[in-house]
Structures are given as structure tokens and as C-alpha cells.
């Protein structure tokens, strides 16, 4: 008769390890023995022991001088203190009347007065001025730039309101507003403005004279015409009790010397 092959698992047979681990399960039974009962009386003592020393509160000073009270094992405090919250007395609404709520135009001048337009018309036709005559010369025929021509209030509105339905219309990319396609088309983008048009007016759109900032010494010189008309939105508007910050409290500590918050 062939006698059976051993198999061998790390240099061990199996009867050998099944050898060993029954030696190790009837040790573990006898030390389960050897431990000694405790009746129901010492229990329920060693469960209040137990409960009484969790309970158990330290108490350190305060911001006040007084007394707290702190649990060890997790340092809460025992005792919710409610914060003081003041009561909102403000008048949320639209702090300005118009002679037509359905005009939505009326609306948007007081918000962006025209003299900001003029302003942002101005500064955007200096500075095209001033890039082109940088450029070398003569421009190619074919070059973006030598289409430029000056842009004008009614047109800098329009370039305004086409940015804002990119609010809500969302593309991936910007020259899909102006796409053929069925897909992706946008009527309203191509029947108010090229897309060569609007793409110059973005290239020199700016807010200050570049030649005045060298003896200005506002950080914020470029922006600070924006800036100025901006703070006048919470005299035109009070928001109500709740409203969301998203991120607005976060400061960043960048390479600024100014403090700048995430929004």
C-alpha cells in the first residue's frame, strides 16, 4: 500500500499545526477557568465605580475667573452655553424706487450708474490706443487689432449684458455661444455682437489710465473706480436675516501685502 505524501505548509505538516492550535484552544478554556466570578452585588458596586469616576468633572477657570466644569475623558463642556445672537431689525427689500418696476433697465442703472459706463468706455478706449501703438508696426490686415474701432456706451451695455447671461447660460468654452451648431446654439449672443467683437472688447477692457498709476499709490488703483460703486450696493439693498457667506470669511495670506478672502 502507497503510503500518503505529507503536505507541508512553512517548513510544518498539517497534522502538526492542527496539533498546535488544538493546544492553544484548550489552553485558552482553562484560563477561563481560573478567573474568578464575581457575584451580582460586586458587579453592580463595580459598575457604579465606574459610572461615577466617567462622571466625574473637573473644573478650570474660565474666561471670567469662574469656575468650569469639564469632563476628563473627552473635555466637553458639561453645560451648553447658547450664543447671543442680536435681533435683525434691518428692512430687507430694495431700499430705492422706480418709476417702472417692469423695466428692468431702470433697475440696472441704479446699480451701474451710466457714469460708471462712460468711465469703463473711456478707460477701455485709452487703453486700446495705448497696447496698439506698442504693437509693431504695420499691423497685418489679418491681426485682430486692426479691426478695433472705438466702443461706445449703448455697445460696452450690451458686451455688459451678454456676461451676464454667461451666468446663466453655462458653456465649457466661450466660442460656443456663438456656435452654428443646433447643439449649441445661442441666438441671442450672434444677433447682439460678433464673436470678434466681443472677444477685442474683453482684450481691452480696463478701469483705470495705466499712465496716471506710476504716481498713484492705492494698491487697488486699477479696480478702485469698481470698488467705489460696489460699496453703494448696501445702501440700495438690505438682504434678509440668513444669507450665505461660501467661503467669504476664509483669509488668504498670499504673497498680498493686503489681507484678501476667498469667495
Known amino acids: 500500500m502507497a503510503s500518503r505524501k505529507r503536505k507541508t505548509i512553512g517548513f510544518r505538516t498539517e497534522e502538526e499545526l492542527a496539533d498546535m492550535v488544538n493546544e492553544i484552544v484548550n489552553d485558552s478554556d482553562s484560563d477561563t477557568d481560573n478567573i474568578p466570578k464575581f457575584s451580582s452585588s460586586e458587579e453592580s458596586e463595580s459598575e457604579s465605580a465606574n459610572e461615577s469616576d466617567n462622571e466625574s468633572n473637573i473644573s478650570i477657570p474660565g474666561p471670567s475667573g469662574r469656575q468650569i466644569d469639564v469632563t476628563p475623558t473627552t473635555g466637553f463642556f458639561k453645560n451648553d452655553h447658547q450664543p447671543r445672537i442680536p435681533p435683525f431689525i434691518g428692512n430687507s427689500d430694495v431700499q430705492f424706487a422706480v418709476e417702472n418696476e417692469a423695466d428692468v433697465i431702470c433697475y440696472f442703472d441704479h446699480y451701474i450708474p451710466p457714469e460708471l459706463i462712460e468711465i469703463v468706455v473711456n478707460r477701455t478706449n485709452l487703453y486700446a490706443q495705448q497696447q496698439i501703438a506698442k504693437m509693431f508696426c504695420p499691423i497685418t490686415k489679418h491681426a485682430c487689432s486692426e479691426e478695433w474701432k472705438p466702443v461706445t456706451v449703448i455697445e460696452m451695455k450690451k458686451f455688459l449684458g451678454l456676461i451676464f447671461v454667461t451666468g446663466i447660460v453655462r458653456k465649457p468654452k466661450l466660442e460656443l455661444y456663438w456656435s452654428t451648431r443646433r447643439i449649441f446654439q445661442t441666438p441671442i449672443f450672434p444677433q447682439t455682437m460678433s464673436r ?20 498713484n499709490e492705492d494698491r487697488l488703483y486699477e479696480i478702485r473706480t469698481i470698488l467705489d460703486v460696489v460699496s453703494n450696493f448696501r445702501t440700495n439693498y438690505i438682504t434678509d436675516r440668513e444669507i450665505s457667506l461660501d467661503e467669504g470669511m476664509l483669509g488668504w495670506r498670499g504673497r498680498l501685502r493686503f489681507r484678501v478672502y476667498n469667495m
Do not use: E, K, V
Open 196 to 215: 470678434n467683437r466681443f472677444q477685442l472688447i474683453q482684450r481691452y477692457l480696463h478701469f483705470s489710465d495705466n499712465n496716471a498709476a506710476g504716481t
